[in-house]
């Protein structure tokens, strides 16, 4: 600044000293033009030009007077005109510096602001969210508090990128970031990482608890639609969660297991995933283990466990869920967690539970010759329950068995249902159509709605094992358990509660009206030979436990 008004008065300088130069020539020709005057008037008075003739014509004539002030007109004029102009000039100059200077200033904030933000949603970009997180990382080391990243992603984006085209997928996003910036407060940062990839940093504690919050609020904004060109489209997001300091102390860090996380929360069920170190020594072993889950079932590393389920009313175990494992050769036991989601990814999820069911119908034999007339429960992932050739495998494996509808109950999640709502109501109709039972797992954790529950052909509730877990100690837990007793009995529906570990858990459940039990503390899942030896000792005495 400093800089432009010394060389702006330097400017002034010159435009002074070339307007008071023509002030001069001004003046120097006023001279001329009075000598002139005065020797030609010395020369009509007294015929001859000579200083005495130029004294005289001086004194005499009246007009030389005026031309004598001529120069002086001149060089005043000259001086006054060169300061007006020059000072005018300056301010102009001075104008057109600053605009010049705003629009640079401007121009800067925009280059800045689109190096640093997303054209399509104006949100910050990866590298705006890498600078703040390590500027939020330095602030929170000094105050010894915590920062939560989550990373969030579209369920089959793609898949509505390429059947709307590109400008519907655009609005979606937009939309989707409309219903995320409602949510997040003014201090946590919102930003677009990919294509349908979201992060959020949240300048917070890392207290589970809270964690859990924000996630099913973040969940709940997809409960609803998002219009797009007049069509409702039901989207789901997973995410995947890291904090700093617990999962690590550097931006890179908490980004790279906040997206671990994310591949995790993609394969579950609850499509969230906090991150933990196990997720680091499975990721390469799960890569290899697609392959292998072909070859396990027809190798016989698949194996049916069963645990009962306490039907109180008439104090013995009314059915039997089966929940698959695999012997892996080298990784050993596996739990269904660690490879259904592989399963489902790579489509063999119709083989495996094809095996399942016929595994536990074929087994069931055993139990039938002994007089236990207790059916089987069998799991469906989204992917096999929407398979419109399921019903015709079931009434064929039925058929084979010589066994009722009835004896078969499918658990179908909340979350598998929410995909296509109609397609599921379609098939789950046919399914109880032919007599089979339909039962909602893990109740409470997804989002139908009354109106959708209401119009389910399900005969069963299983209340999800979270709340009954920790119903003892928190009383929202035990308030939820209670009412999805009172919601299913005004649905007609019987209700199970599972995860039940302890003798007061059972208790209260009874007191609250369920109708039957399941969990560790009647028996663990187990394998068809230690069921038989349970079923032995307990099938008939098992509420007995209460
Ligand atoms: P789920 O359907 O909710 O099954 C109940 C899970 O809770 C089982 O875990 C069971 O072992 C566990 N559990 C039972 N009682 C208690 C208890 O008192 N306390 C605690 N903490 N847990 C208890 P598991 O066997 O590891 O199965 C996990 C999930 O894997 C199942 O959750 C189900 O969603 C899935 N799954 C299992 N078998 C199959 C299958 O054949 N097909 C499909 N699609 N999914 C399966
Ligand atoms: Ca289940
Ligand atoms: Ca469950």
Redesign the pocket.
Known sequence: MDKIRHSLRANVKLMKSEITRYALFGTIIAFAALILATALNAYLQSGGITIQAMIEAQKTNVTLWFMDAMPFIFAFWGQYTSTIMAYEASSMVMEQTANLRDRTVELEHKAVHEATHDALTGLPNRALLYDRLNHAIQIASRRKTGLVMMVLNLDGFKQINDTLGHYSGDQLLCQVVSRLEIMIRKSDTLARIGGDEFAILLDMSTHREMVLNIVKKLQKIFMEPFSIDGLDIEVMSSIGISSFPDHGMDADTIMQRASLALVNAKQS?QKFALYDKEMDKSSPKRITMMGELRNAIDAGELMV?Y?PKINLDQTRVSNL????RWQHPQHGFL???EF?PLAERTGL?RP??NW?LNTALKQGEQWRKKGLKMGVA????PA?FLDTELPNVIVGMLSLYDLPAKYITL?VTEGSMIKDPDLALNILSKLAALGIKVSI??FGTGYSSLAYLKKLPAKELKID?SFV?DMLESDSDAVIVKSIIDLGHNLSMKVVA????NKETAVKLKTLGCDIL????FA??MNHDDLIQWLDENSSSASQLL
């Open positions: 069920t466990y645990q869920e089966a929940l698959v739990p269904p967690d259904i999820i495996l539970t399942v069998v799991n469906l992932s096999s658990e797992d893990d094992k877990l599972e995860g039940v570990e399941q969990g560790f503390y663990k899942p």
